[in-house]
């Protein structure tokens, strides 16, 4: 019986590459783990797929070429000025003429202030950065006439945050009039725009099949014209699997394959691999609260000299990320490279006699039963940090929930340890100096209650100030700073595992996660 | 119907009739009120837990108004007993409420996502039968003779395998090794799939006469519906077997082989259609875990059903979801065993209507 | 009264002897002395389960590790062995709980009759009628995910056969004559429940039981499988399983160990609870 259904199957394993031999080279299979997309509205998407997909379809005013995320480009707008008006901040934004929607109309000034207005009406999880960060308002974006915006934000906020957030895809132009037409009930097409794209980007979104593929076309009217006529994204959740459909040539692309698939990828001339850097940190919050052994400093230094950093990021994470000791990431501004801790039982036992623990203490390290960075299981990491500290006499116990779970308690204060990742909401150093520092920022900070003068002093400082010099010695301090005092082991900087078919060519992805859909091509 | 009488002790009945039929209304009834105490445990369940759905649904960075407008939203900040109320309000429309996680109608998401597991039950129920039902008479003829043993040795396998186990190795083995199958998916990516009629891949494919498409999903099928129908071709296999063990000992069989009726006439003709009925009520009840069981099976095969869609759901606390696929799952268990239950009256004529 | 109680003793004498001749029962019951063997003997014939060895992780089958390592060089036959002891205490703790809250509604359902006998039964087809891998689910991810609550989860779902087991049989021996008769004396109705019906129904209880101990390993390693049951560093076998599945091209020793111990855990369960019905209910099988 088994053989006929292999017979059977071999059978059609001809049939079907026959028929698709031909759209081979025109289309490209992206694997990865797609379960968090929940939309595809630019202006509400906030997943790491949802972004990935978005900036696809729809373009930004400004935004950020290849891996760097130091210099603006123009994207829809082909020049902005930045000038002060009175009490607020003007930033005029010239549009580029021509562009083009996938549904033909021509991109104007209208639709960007209807697609920033609705980002702020539709209140999703990414508005914050338009109406907290950017202090942004409805009406606060003008359109001049068909080519010019006209964008006005108070002189308490960043304009150089709003740009930076701006090539975010919130920041994306949909088609206003398409957009319009299919909005029901007040919802600004919010449920049209879930599953369907009306954007100007190089792809169009032609069929979203949910937990199983979204498979985007070509724009026919696109300004950036894209190499390959198809792109299909496809969800695959088992490391394993991803690594076999990579092999087996059911994908083109895989995306979080673990470091030994990596490895074994990259040994085998028909692939190529990729590490891509992130800006995330994966890293160890501990509650100093008063009564809590972590309120005192001593016991803080102490747990950093008992984690095996090198082990971890050698042994486990294995080239999925880099060793950090600090707070800024690498890739940001104010990035410090200072590595002072190294595992050490035995001065992290001493410096817990001097704190008045000399038989060490017992503590709950909460984590979440998802992955960490890197590919690895959050247990994982847990469970190798639990037995390094275990040789300086420090007995955690784990608690593995549900990412949800472990948050609310988290957000609460309610932790002893967390165990978990940060990234930046913005690619500049404020989206981690101010979370991490500031206690009054209630964020991270404020979670661990650290609230600690100097260092919010310095983070408050280092956000306002605009001279890069003089911003990278007050991020020097404040990290510095942190390495000595503050509440955290920062672990690692993870990397994104990729592996490709050796016939993929120019995939490029910067830190925030974004990757230019239209550069990459494939070889026949 | 009545061609058949002569197998049985008693005459059957010729066709519907009143008592039968207030039985039927009186079944489904009990359906219904299965279908309500799912939905009651599972909202119960739901109150038990610690953990505000609002943070699993906007994430670590939402805001503290974000939270605050979520909840008001999907009405978490009113009482259990309103919540409840709401909820059965709602549901008597139709409106299974909204999920957390998706943001979108849960009657939405399970018409998109049952008709996958449904498709991979089916196969894997087909399946379970054409390999369970054959191996269980096979080893009723030869019993404690090879053909005997080797059922017993791999139906006792395949009860005791875990199915996340074997799926992960048949997967590496079959997939990977030998490349013999596709390990994921439904549908070849560089293939168009079908437009979605049923949203089983396979019969749509058929209803737009692809058969490039219908074969590759058939072949995307069998692995995940080979490892997801193995414990019930198991189970089904020794069942089988038993009954007809029983049957073939009894003595009308006996007179008839005495009499020198061919062995295979014999088993057909009798044994078969009086062990069919303690096999038509396991059929169901297989059927019925098959839609349950495919929770671990989408999970490891990437197959877009409502196993994994509950499976996400409960790991992000996102109940009104999981409540929908208890009750989808627990209507569906409810109607199979309905109908198992009718065609065995229909069948056995001593089963009295109570 | 104490005829069916007190069954003649040759008749006793003839099931062990029916079992000893049965081959798959005495497979079942060698496998089943030896897991128990290794759970209790664990910490003196393994080393320690959670001892990591990052620098020798994924390591082949050696002298120095009898099963290879995992992920995190942890011993896996350590492992494997220290679960013993966990998959047996949540097979035997869901039964026993399940058999539990089955025995008493069963009980109350048969013996009380009339309301109480069809709310009751009610219930049992609600929670019949559940999907139990997903109800557990719900269960475990409301309680949160530890073992004691894997147990609870499961043995919520696994009750309703033996309320349903117990009740037909109480209302089986409610017609009998010694029923009959020890209630024309004027017994009391809960010491007739807890003298004589609850003795006769323990057999078919106990078969069932047999049965249900693998199933319930099975399913509390699925739990674990996706994420609703054990917490690291315990090593539940299908935990294990789940932590080490992304590593079976390059370590398939670290998923097969533990998932051949569930297998034939449960086999022997399996095989246990066929000789058992063998013998003690000889109409069930021919």
Redesign the interface.
């Known amino acids: 019986m088994w053989r006929k259904f292999q017979r059977l199957a071999s059978l059609g394993i001809v049939l079907g590459a026959l028929a698709v031999a031909q759209d081979r080279t025109s289309t490209l299979i992206y694997g990865g783990d797609w379960s968090d997309l929940i939309t595809l509205d630019p202006q509400v998407a906030y997943e790491f797929s949802g972004g990935l997909i978005t900036d696809n379809l729809y373009e930004t005013l400004v935004k950020f070429e290849g891996a760097d995320l130091s210099t603006l480009r123009p994207g829809l707008a082909e020049s902005w000025k930045v000038e002060r008006g009175g009490d607020s901040w003007v930033i005029t934004f010239k549009l580029r003429r021509g562009s083009k929607f996938s549904t033909g109309r021509e991109v104007t000034a209208k639709d960007v202030v209807f697609s920033f207005d609705r980002a702020i009406q539709l209140k999703g999880p990414s508005s914050f950065l338009f109406t907290d960060i950017a202090q942004l308002k409805v009406g606060g974006t003008r359109a001049v006439d068909p080519y010019t915006v006209e964008v006005r934000i108070p002189k308490t906020a960043s304009p150089g945050s709003f740009l930076s957030i701006l090539t975010f895809n919130i920041g994306g132009i949909v088609d206003s009039e398409e957009v319009q037409k299919h909005a029901k009930g007040g919802d600004f097409g919010k449920e049209w725009l879930t599953n369907n794209s009306a954007g100007s980007g190089p792809f169009r979104l032609v069929r979203w099949d949910r937990g199983s593929q979204v498979l985007l076309e070509a724009n026919p009217n696109a300004r950036l014209k894209p190499k390959l006529q198809r792109i299909i994204m496809r969800e695959i959740k088992?490391?394993?699997v991803l690594?076999t459909a990579l092999e087996s040539g059911e994908i083109d692309i895989a995306e979080g394959l673990?470091p030994?698939?990596l490895k074994?990828i990259a040994a085998n001339p028909r692939f190529k691999t990729l590490k891509a850097d992130s800006l995330r940190l994966n890293y160890m919050g501990m509650n100093v609260k008063p009564g809590s052994p972590f309120a005192n400093p001593k016991v803080r230094e102490a747990m950093r000299w008992a984690v095996n950093q090198d082990?971890?990021v050698s042994?486990?994470v294995q080239g999925n990320g880099v060793k950090i000791q600090t707070i800024i990431p690498k890739g940001l501004l104010g990035y410090n490279n200072a590595l002072p801790y190294k595992y050490d039982p035995a001065r992290a036992k001493k410096l817990l006699a001097e704190a008045g623990y000399p038989n060490g203490f017992e503590f709950e390290l909460l984590t979440s039963?998802g992955l960490c960075g890197g590919g690895i299981?959050c247990?994982?990491i847990?469970?190798?940090i639990?037995?390094d500290l275990a040789k300086a006499g420090i007995k955690a116990n784990?608690?593995?929930?549900?990412n949800a779970?472990a948050l609310k308690i988290y957000r609460a204060q309610s932790h002893q340890v967390y165990l978990g990742g940060w990234s930046p909401d913005f690619p500049d150093p404020d989206g981690n100096a101010t979370p991490l520092a500031d206690f009054t920022a209630k964020s991270l900070a404020w979670r661990n209650v650290w609230d600690d003068a100097t260092a919010s002093k310095l983070a408050n400082q280092g956000s306002l100030e605009t001279d890069p010099s003089k911003r990278a010695a007050l991020y020097k301090l404040l990290t510095d700073y942190a390495l000595k005092s503050g509440p955290y082991v920062i672990l690692y900087q993870p990397s994104i595992p990729l592996g490709f078919s050796a016939k993929v060519e120019g995939y490029v992805r910067n830190a925030q996660g974004q990757v230019r859909f239209e550069n990459i091509s494939k070889l026949p | 119907m009545s061609g058949r009488g002569k197998d049985f002790p008693v005459p059957a009945p010729e066709t519907l009739n009143p008592i039968m039929l207030s039985y039927i209304v009186r079944r489904l009834f009990?359906v219904l009120?299965?279908v309500w105490?799912?939905t009651f445990?599972?909202f119960f369940?739901?109150q038990?837990?610690?953990v505000d759905p609002a943070i699993a649904a906007l994430g670590e960075n939402a805001r503290e108004e974000q939270l605050q407008e979520f909840r008001e939203r999907y009405g978490l900040n009113k009482s259990k007993l309103e919540q409840y109320l709401i909820y059965m309000g709602r549901l008597l429309s139709g409106d299974l409420g909204q999920s957390l996680r998706t943001g979108r109608a849960v009657a939405e998401d399970l018409r998109e996502f049952f008709p996958a597991t449904l498709e991979l039950s089916l196969v894997a129920f087909a399946l379970a039968v054409l390999l369970g039902i054959p191996a269980g008479i096979l080893a009723s003829l030869f019993p404690n003779r090879a053909p005997d043993v080797a059922v017993r040795i791999l139906a006792?396998?395949g009860?005791?395998?875990?199915?996340?186990?074997s799926a992960?190795?048949l997967q590496?083995l079959l997939a990977?090794r030998l490349d013999l199958l596709p390990v994921q998916g439904r549908l070849d990516g560089f293939l168009f799939p079908p437009p979605r009629v049923t949203g089983m891949m396979s019969l749509d494919a058929l209803l737009a006469r692809d058969w490039t498409v219908f074969l590759d999903s058939l072949e995307h099928l069998i692995l995940p519906a080979f490892v997801l129908g193995m414990f019930s071709a198991a189970i089904l296999a020794r069942m089988t077997r038993?009954t007809m063990?029983?049957v073939l000992?009894q003595d009308y069989i006996r007179t008839a082989r005495a009499k020198g009726a061919v062995a295979s006439s014999v088993i057909f003709r009798h044994a078969l259609k009086n062990a069919s009925l303690p096999i038509l009520t396991l059929l169901g009840s297989l059927l019925?875990g098959l839609?349950?069981?495919a929770?671990?099976t989408e999970?490891i095969f990437s197959w877009p059903g409502i196993g994994r869609y509950?499976?996400q759901s409960?790991?992000s606390?996102d109940?009104p979801a999981?409540m929908g696929?208890?009750l989808l799952?627990?209507l569906v268990?409810?109607l199979v065993?309905l109908v198992t239950d009718l065609l065995y009256a229909f069948l056995d004529p001593r089963i009295r209507y109570t | 009264m104490a005829a069916a109680v007190n069954a003649p003793s040759d008749r006793r004498s003839r099931p062990l002897r029916r079992f000893l001749r049965n081959p798959g029962g005495l497979i079942g019951l060698a496998l089943l002395v030896l897991l128990l063997l290794v759970a209790l003997l664990a910490p003196a014939i393994a080393p320690d389960p959670?001892?990591?060895n990052?620098?020798q992780?994924?390591s082949p089958p050696s002298s120095a590790h009898l099963l290879g390592t995992d992920?995190?060089?942890r011993d896996v036959w350590a492992r494997v062995a220290h679960g013993a002891a966990i998959s047996l205490k949540v097979g035997f703790g869901v039964v026993l709980l399940s058999v539990l809250i089955g025995v008493v509604i069963g009980l109350l359902a048969g013996s009380l009759g009339g309301v109480w006998d069809n709310l009751l039964m009610?219930?049992t087809?609600?929670?019949f009628?559940?999907?139990?891998?997903?109800?557990a689910?719900?269960?475990a991810?409301?309680?949160?995910?530890n073992l004691g609550n894997t147990i609870l989860a499961v043995a919520l779902v696994s009750w309703p056969v033996y309320a349903r087991l117990v009740r037909a049989n109480v209302l089986a021996l409610r017609e009998r004559e010694f029923v009959e008769a020890a209630r024309a004396l004027g017994v009391p109705q809960w010491r007739l429940m807890l003298r004589h019906l609850l003795p006769n129904t323990l057999t078919p209880v106990f078969v069932q039981a047999s049965f249900d101990v693998?199933g319930a390993i099975?399913t509390a390693?699925?739990l674990s499988?996706?994420?609703?049951g054990a917490?690291?560093?315990i090593p539940e076998w299908?935990a294990m399983?789940?932590?080490t599945?992304?590593?079976?091209?390059?370590a398939?020793w670290a998923?097969?160990s533990p998932?051949v111990a569930?297998?034939?855990t449960?086999?022997a369960f399996?095989?246990l609870g066929d000789a058992l019905r063998d013998v003690l209910d000889p109409r069930a099988?021919?």
Do not use: C, H, W
């Open positions: 088992e490391p394993t690594r673990t030994e698939a074994a082990e971890l042994g486990l039963t299981p247990q994982d847990a469970t190798k639990q037995s784990i608690k593995a929930i549900a779970e | 009990f009120f299965v105490g799912v445990a599972t369940i739901a038990v837990v610690p006792l396998l009860g005791a395998t875990p199915v996340f186990f992960v190795l590496y990977q038993a063990l029983e000992a019925g839609l349950s069981g929770v671990l999970t509950v499976t409960a790991t606390l109940f999981v696929v208890t799952v627990g268990y409810a065993n | 959670i001892e990591q990052i620098l992780r994924l992920q995190l060089g009610r219930l087809d609600i929670f009628a559940f999907p139990s891998l997903i109800l689910m719900a269960i991810a409301a309680l949160g995910p693998g099975l390693a699925g499988f996706v994420g609703f917490q690291p560093p299908g399983v789940s932590e599945r992304s590593y079976i091209a390059e398939f998923p097969t998932a569930i297998l034939l449960v086999l399996n095989l099988n021919a």
